[in-house]
């Protein structure tokens, strides 16, 4: 799914390029996956997700990939506004680090546990 930036702020519930999603839906009807779709993309546009995470006062580690096509590469600079977060950026991952590079996922995940369970 595709968002603007500035989809998050206008009043209008976002448009969706149900084009841009790209997962397994077999036997999901069309109907279904684009009303869940947008269901997501208007809960996302409601409060950014930066924003929810910033009053929980936890650490947070947000993983981007650099060639993530869902979400615009500089979305990341929102999370700098959460405090205590950690942000990776992985250059030539998509929209799915755990499954485009596994074990540098995995080893900024126990990274980021040991940090905050030592703290």
């Known amino acids: ?22 997962w397994d ?6 109907e279904q996956a684009l009303a869940l779709v947008t269901k997501v993309a208007a809960f996302l546009s409601e409060r950014p997700v930066p924003d ?7 650490p ?4 981007f990939g650099s060639q993530d096509r869902r979400w615009q590469p500089s979305s990341f600079e929102d999370y700098r506004r959460v405090p205590r977060a ?7 991952v998509g929209h ?7 074990d540098t996922t995995a080893g900024l995940l126990r990274g980021f546990a040991l940090d905050i369970t030592s703290h």
Request: hydrophobic fraction near 35%; proline fraction near 9%.
């Open 1 to 22: 799914m595709q968002l603007g930036r500035n989809s998050r702020n206008s009043s209008q519930p976002p448009s969706v390029d149900s084009s841009a999603c790209q």
């Open 25 to 30: 839906a077999s036997g999901v009807p069309d």
């Open 52 to 58: 929810r995470l910033a009053e929980l006062g936890l």
């Open 60 to 63: 947070v580690l947000v993983i």
């Open 86 to 92: 950690r942000i990776e950026i992985l250059n030539g």
């Open 96 to 102: 799915t680090p755990m499954l485009d590079d596994p």
